[in-house]
């Protein structure tokens, strides 16, 4: 079966760097989109970064950009998220997702797998 596996998350000061990993199984992925999203405590889920495995194209949300960087390597299989500058607005559950979408989606409800998430807390 499909699973995304999160890894990487953990407790980081205001200013200092996670990388978050997504490592894909059960399927071929070469022609899906690959999302991190996050959802904070009380707060709705929210679309954080998106690259085509094929091509390596990528999107940001305007809050992450210039900081956090999305990459993948085909022959891992995996998908990473780079954090630096971290700031406290930053704390949320991270989550990896895929989206056999051709374009870029922002929208949750059109990806079809999601990990389990992994969670990053950003002191002040």
């Known amino acids: 079966q499909v699973q995304l596996v999160e890894s990487g998350g953990g407790l980081v000061q205001a200013g200092g760097s996670l990388r978050l990993s997504c490592v894909a199984s059960g399927r071929t992925f070469s022609s899906y989109v690959m999302g991190w999203f996050r959802q904070a405590p009380g707060k709705e889920r929210e679309f954080v970064a998106a690259i085509k495995w094929s091509g390596g194209s990528t999107y940001y949300a305007d809050s992450v950009k210039g900081r956090f960087t999305i990459s993948r390597d085909n022959a891992k299989n995996t998908v990473y998220l780079q954090m630096n500058s971290l700031k406290p607005e930053d704390t949320a559950v991270y989550y990896c997702?895929?989206?056999?979408?051709?374009?870029?989606?922002?929208?949750?409800?059109?990806?079809?797998?999601w990990g389990q998430g992994t969670q990053v807390t950003v002191s002040s």
């Open positions: 997702a895929a989206s056999s979408s051709s374009v870029f989606i922002t929208i949750g409800r059109r990806y079809d797998y």
